[in-house]
């Protein structure tokens, strides 16, 4: 299991969601990142999710 983080944003810079969480791989890791954005009404914030190495799986602005 890898390590993922996702994190959500106000127009003002205000973090609005800042979770760690663990999937399979990174295709499972858009999957949980985006259930979880949708879960919290967040998918048209600044979001975005990272893996542990640093590679950028969503983003939106």
Known sequence: MKT???TAFEANGEKLL???FQ???DEVAKEVGFKLLSEKSLTAKTH???SSSGK???FHT
């Open 4 to 6: 993922y983080k996702l």
């Open 18 to 20: 800042d979770e760690t």
């Open 23 to 25: 999937a399979k791989n």
């Open 48 to 50: 975005r999710c990272t």
């Open 56 to 58: 950028l799986l969503l």
